[in-house]
Protein backbone atom coordinates (compact mmCIF):
# COMPACT_ATOMS: atom_id res chain seq x y z
CA UNK A 1 0.00 0.00 0.00
CA UNK A 2 1.18 3.53 -1.11
CA UNK A 3 1.38 6.25 1.54
CA UNK A 4 -1.66 8.95 0.88
CA UNK A 5 1.03 12.11 1.08
CA UNK A 6 3.67 13.38 -1.10
CA UNK A 7 6.98 12.41 0.46
CA UNK A 8 7.30 16.14 1.35
CA UNK A 9 4.35 16.32 3.06
CA UNK A 10 4.86 13.12 5.34
CA UNK A 11 8.48 14.73 6.18
CA UNK A 12 6.72 17.76 7.34
CA UNK A 13 4.32 15.75 9.09
CA UNK A 14 7.26 13.37 10.67
CA UNK A 15 9.12 17.18 11.76
CA UNK A 16 6.71 17.88 13.93
CA UNK A 17 6.75 15.00 16.24
CA UNK A 18 8.34 16.24 19.40
CA UNK A 19 11.14 14.87 21.26
CA UNK A 20 10.25 16.37 24.64
CA UNK A 21 7.98 18.27 26.19
CA UNK A 22 4.92 15.99 24.73
CA UNK A 23 1.47 16.27 26.08
CA UNK A 24 2.16 12.97 28.06
CA UNK A 25 5.22 13.89 29.47
CA UNK A 26 3.44 17.33 31.06
CA UNK A 27 0.65 15.23 32.05
CA UNK A 28 3.07 12.92 34.08
CA UNK A 29 5.19 16.06 35.43
CA UNK A 30 1.95 17.41 36.38
CA UNK A 31 0.32 14.26 38.09
CA UNK A 32 4.14 13.97 40.24
CA UNK A 33 4.31 17.97 40.49
CA UNK A 34 0.69 17.70 42.42
CA UNK A 35 1.68 14.94 44.58
CA UNK A 36 4.46 17.17 45.67
CA UNK A 37 7.48 15.55 44.14
CA UNK A 38 10.27 18.26 42.52
CA UNK A 39 12.12 16.98 39.68
CA UNK A 40 14.48 17.60 36.55
CA UNK A 41 14.09 17.53 33.26
CA UNK A 42 16.08 15.54 30.76
CA UNK A 43 19.08 15.86 32.60
CA UNK A 44 22.23 15.57 29.77
CA UNK A 45 24.38 13.93 31.79
CA UNK A 46 22.30 10.59 32.00
CA UNK A 47 22.15 8.07 29.48
CA UNK A 48 18.93 8.71 27.16
CA UNK A 49 18.52 11.88 28.78
CA UNK A 50 15.46 10.62 30.81
CA UNK A 51 11.99 12.78 30.68
CA UNK A 52 12.19 13.25 34.58
CA UNK A 53 14.49 12.61 37.27
CA UNK A 54 13.74 12.57 40.88
CA UNK A 55 17.52 12.69 41.92
CA UNK A 56 16.27 12.25 45.78
CA UNK A 57 14.75 8.66 45.04
CA UNK A 58 17.91 7.81 42.58
CA UNK A 59 14.65 7.47 39.44
CA UNK A 60 14.05 8.17 36.36
CA UNK A 61 10.39 8.09 34.56
CA UNK A 62 10.36 7.19 31.09
CA UNK A 63 7.44 8.42 29.41
CA UNK A 64 6.64 6.10 26.57
CA UNK A 65 4.11 6.68 23.44
CA UNK A 66 2.93 3.36 22.87
CA UNK A 67 3.05 3.51 19.34
CA UNK A 68 6.78 4.28 19.22
CA UNK A 69 7.93 2.64 21.98
CA UNK A 70 5.81 -0.71 21.39
CA UNK A 71 3.71 -1.51 24.22
CA UNK A 72 2.56 -5.15 24.10
CA UNK A 73 -0.27 -5.78 23.88
CA UNK A 74 -1.70 -1.87 23.62
CA UNK A 75 -4.33 -1.38 20.65
CA UNK A 76 -2.05 2.08 19.68
CA UNK A 77 0.96 -0.15 19.48
CA UNK A 78 -0.33 -1.41 15.82
CA UNK A 79 2.03 -1.57 12.67
CA UNK A 80 1.30 1.35 9.43
CA UNK A 81 -0.03 -0.61 6.89
CA UNK A 82 2.81 1.58 4.15
CA UNK A 83 6.30 0.96 4.76
CA UNK A 84 6.17 -1.97 6.77
CA UNK A 85 9.65 -3.24 6.38
CA UNK A 86 10.62 0.02 7.44
CA UNK A 87 8.31 0.36 10.29
CA UNK A 88 9.65 -3.29 11.39
CA UNK A 89 13.00 -1.58 11.40
CA UNK A 90 12.32 1.30 13.17
CA UNK A 91 10.67 0.40 15.91
CA UNK A 92 12.96 -2.33 16.43
CA UNK A 93 15.69 0.05 16.52
CA UNK A 94 13.37 2.05 19.40
CA UNK A 95 13.02 -0.50 21.40
CA UNK A 96 16.46 -2.11 21.47
CA UNK A 97 17.50 1.85 22.46
CA UNK A 98 14.77 1.67 25.16
CA UNK A 99 16.42 -1.31 26.78
CA UNK A 100 20.04 0.32 26.34
CA UNK A 101 19.24 2.99 27.94
CA UNK A 102 17.26 1.31 31.01
CA UNK A 103 20.26 -1.23 31.56
CA UNK A 104 23.16 1.87 31.21
CA UNK A 105 20.52 3.64 34.14
CA UNK A 106 20.35 0.75 36.03
CA UNK A 107 23.94 -0.15 36.02
CA UNK A 108 24.62 3.53 37.10
CA UNK A 109 22.15 2.43 39.78
CA UNK A 110 18.94 4.48 38.75
CA UNK A 111 15.92 3.20 39.24
CA UNK A 112 13.47 3.15 35.89
CA UNK A 113 9.89 3.85 36.17
CA UNK A 114 8.32 3.40 32.67
CA UNK A 115 5.18 5.00 32.49
CA UNK A 116 2.88 4.29 28.63
CA UNK A 117 1.23 6.68 27.46
CA UNK A 118 -2.14 4.49 27.69
CA UNK A 119 -1.68 4.62 31.72
CA UNK A 120 -2.16 8.36 31.19
CA UNK A 121 -6.34 7.25 31.18
CA UNK A 122 -6.48 6.42 34.58
CA UNK A 123 -4.69 8.84 36.51
CA UNK A 124 -5.33 7.31 39.60
CA UNK A 125 -3.97 4.11 39.53
CA UNK A 126 -1.04 5.70 37.81
CA UNK A 127 -0.55 8.11 40.90
CA UNK A 128 -1.00 5.40 43.15
CA UNK A 129 1.84 3.40 41.03
CA UNK A 130 4.24 6.11 40.89
CA UNK A 131 3.63 6.99 44.50
CA UNK A 132 3.95 3.23 46.21
CA UNK A 133 7.04 3.44 43.65
CA UNK A 134 8.55 6.21 45.25
CA UNK A 135 7.42 5.91 48.77
CA UNK A 136 9.10 2.81 48.60
CA UNK A 137 12.41 3.86 48.04
CA UNK A 138 12.47 6.34 50.98
CA UNK A 139 11.61 3.75 53.32
CA UNK A 140 14.55 1.43 51.52
CA UNK A 141 17.05 4.64 52.44
CA UNK A 142 15.78 4.97 55.62
CA UNK A 143 16.86 1.49 56.94
Known sequence: MTDIFTSAKRSEIMSRIKGRDT???????SLL??????????R????????????????????HGCFWHRHEG???AYI???RIDFWHVKF???????????????QLGWRVIIVWECELRQTD???????ATLRGLV???EE
Open 23 to 29: KPERAVR
Open 33 to 42: HHMGYRFRLN
Open 44 to 63: TDLPGRPDIVLSRYKSVVLV
Open 74 to 76: CRF
Open 80 to 82: PKS
Open 92 to 106: ESNINRDNKVKADLE
Open 125 to 131: ELCSRLD
Open 139 to 141: RLA
